[in-house]
């Protein structure tokens, strides 16, 4: 699964992480990630100068 974020402003840096169970990978934005079977949080952080925000999602992946 592809993990891509887009600030809306230029400066602004992002981080993304994908937590499946107790194991936590940082993606490169762009990057890619193999999620586990069962729920997967992925988290991206945007910082802009002082401001921090933090957007999280959970990706639920089936068994196959």
Do not use: C, F, H, M
């Not at 592809?2 to 602004?12: L, N, S």
């Not at 890619?32 to 802009?48: C, D, E, M, P, R």
């Amino acid at each position: 699964a592809a993990v891509t974020a887009t600030p809306a402003q230029a400066d602004a840096q992002i981080g993304i992480t994908v937590t499946s169970g107790t194991t936590t990978k940082n993606v490169v934005n762009g990057g890619s990630a193999a999620l586990a079977v069962g729920a997967n949080v992925i988290a991206v952080t945007v910082k802009n100068g002082n401001a921090v925000k933090v957007y999280t999602v959970t990706v639920t992946r089936a068994a196959s």
